[in-house]
């Protein structure tokens, strides 16, 4: 089994729509982030969050909103989508703040 | 910023060869991780070190922190072409939050 699974792989849509990225880990993990990799290759985190906490990055749009169910997902829903959301987006796992266990990645690209 | 700054960009090597990256950050912390990203995957951890710790090995990885200079360094020794990948470091300061760069690129030429 996958430990941290994100679907969809690719995402291609069109500017100013609304989308959503699911991520599960079943490691047990406590803290889940969200990633962006431009095409440099930079990864920026976007959030971190666990079951206390949501810890965001300030650069990240008010645009972007991560939704937790439960502690083994941690969904990311983009409004509004933007021609510079194009990027990698990662989904990551760790057992309190330690090794982070990363996703496939979902490339979305906005048209 | 606090993100890790890798170093070089990209770096080409001959298999059998050793390769080394450096990554310097900008402020305290508790512990930085090296990450291997093989080309369009996902990251996988490699090593950590803690701030307390100097060196750390694990196989053919040798990791060198020295947090006076605020930077790290990390060997791969003996290289294969399966070594061919994007790597980074990762520094963390809140403990939920860890900041990464912008990667070594490491072409291993069999």
């Known amino acids: 089994d996958t430990a941290v699974s994100q679907t969809p792989k690719y995402l291609v849509t069109q500017m100013g729509n609304d989308k959503s990225i699911k991520c599960e880990q079943n490691?047990?993990?406590?803290?889940m982030y969200w990633y962006k990799q431009d095409s440099k290759k930079f990864l920026k985190i976007m959030f971190s969050?666990?079951?206390?906490?949501?810890?965001i990055n300030e650069t990240v749009p008010n645009r972007f909103s991560p939704k937790s169910p439960d502690k083994a997902h941690l969904n990311l829903h983009i409004n509004s989508l933007e021609l510079g959301d194009s990027a990698v987006y990662f989904c990551?796992?760790?057992?309190?703040?330690?090794?982070?266990?990363f996703g496939a990645g979902t490339r979305l690209s906005v048209l | 910023s606090q993100q890790g700054e890798e170093d070089p960009q990209a770096l080409s090597i001959q298999e059998g060869e050793n390769a080394t990256m450096n990554c310097s950050y900008k402020?305290?912390?508790?512990?930085l991780q090296w990450y291997r990203q093989n080309s369009g995957r996902g990251l996988v951890h490699l090593i950590l070190?803690?701030?307390?710790?100097r060196e750390k090995h694990s196989g053919r990885l040798r990791v060198t922190l020295d947090t006076s200079k605020k930077s790290s360094s990390l060997l791969i020794t003996a290289s294969r072409a399966a070594d061919t990948a994007s790597y980074f470091c990762?520094?963390?300061?809140?403990?939920?939050?860890?900041?990464f760069g912008t990667g070594t690129s490491l072409t291993v030429i069999p």
């Open positions: 402020t305290s912390i508790n512990n």
């Open positions: 990551a796992s760790s057992l309190r703040g330690n090794i982070q266990y």
């Open positions: 990762a520094t963390d300061r809140m403990g939920n939050q860890f900041y």
């Open positions: 969050y666990n079951n206390k906490e949501l810890i």
């Open positions: 070190i803690r701030s307390n710790e």
């Open positions: 490691l047990g993990h406590d803290t």
